[in-house]
């Protein structure tokens, strides 16, 4: 069966720090892969999507990139992170775009 | 306009009761349509996959209305372990558009 890993579950990271945030899916190949950030209070934004790897569309500028450097890897990285990037990211899978997704556990990301 | 609308509640109902969320969206062209549950603090769960015919699963019913653009969610007999947030969900392309979610809260 598949199963979607992600980690670390909670990060207090100081202003201008890095970030680094990992997902992996297993038990599929070729999975589309989408990382989303859910403001306190708020709904889910889409922040990246690939379809294969090297493959990465961005919904939103802004200081967070992605990448992708294996089949079931999605990774989402900060140079320099801000306040306003707190928030709960959830790394998330499906293997059609017609299909629902399946959502990893999240990262808590607070930001001080 | 939001792409997915919905009311965000709260809607507080007695244990046993039955209730309805309904959600709009914009792009007559989405292909596909869901509802997801979240607990409180957690990830978004699929809770079902919504057709233009209707479908059910056991106290849930998911209804389409193509030519309205708008989706529903029954819940029959709730049960306090119903408690959590509805998010409505329709694809665009290669992606899933959340709605903001409608809280429900059933209560003894």
């Known amino acids: 069966s598949q199963t979607i890993h992600q980690w670390p579950a909670t990060l207090v990271q100081p202003v201008g720090s890095p970030l680094s945030l990992e997902c992996t899916v297993e038990?599929?190949?070729?999975?589309?892969l989408y990382w989303y950030r859910q403001a306190a209070g708020r709904g889910l934004q889409l922040l990246f999507y690939s379809v294969g790897i090297g493959q990465i569309s961005s919904e939103v500028p802004q200081n967070l990139s992605a990448s992708r450097p294996q089949d079931r890897q999605f990774i989402l990285s900060s140079k320099k992170l801000l306040l306003s990037d707190s928030g709960f990211y959830l790394c998330?899978?499906?293997?059609?775009?017609?299909?629902?997704?399946?959502f990893g556990s999240g990262t808590r990301l607070t930001v001080v | 306009r939001k792409e997915v609308e919905q009311d965000p509640g709260p809607f507080n109902v007695p244990e046993g009761a039955t209730v309805a969320f309904n959600c709009t969206y914009s792009n007559s062209a989405s292909q596909s349509f869901f509802w997801y549950r979240q607990d409180c603090r957690k990830e978004p769960k699929l809770l079902m996959s919504?057709?233009?015919s209707g479908n059910e699963d056991g106290r849930f019913t998911a209804q389409l209305n193509r030519a309205s653009q708008y989706i529903s969610l029954l819940i029959r007999d709730s049960k306090l372990s119903d408690s959590a947030t509805y998010l409505c969900?329709?694809?665009?392309?290669?992606?899933?558009?959340f709605g903001t979610g409608t809280q429900l809260k059933v209560e003894l």
């Open positions: 919504v057709y233009s």
């Open positions: 998330a899978w499906t293997p059609r775009s017609d299909y629902g997704y399946t």
């Open positions: 038990g599929t190949s070729n999975p589309n």
């Open positions: 969900v329709v694809n665009r392309g290669n992606k899933l558009t």
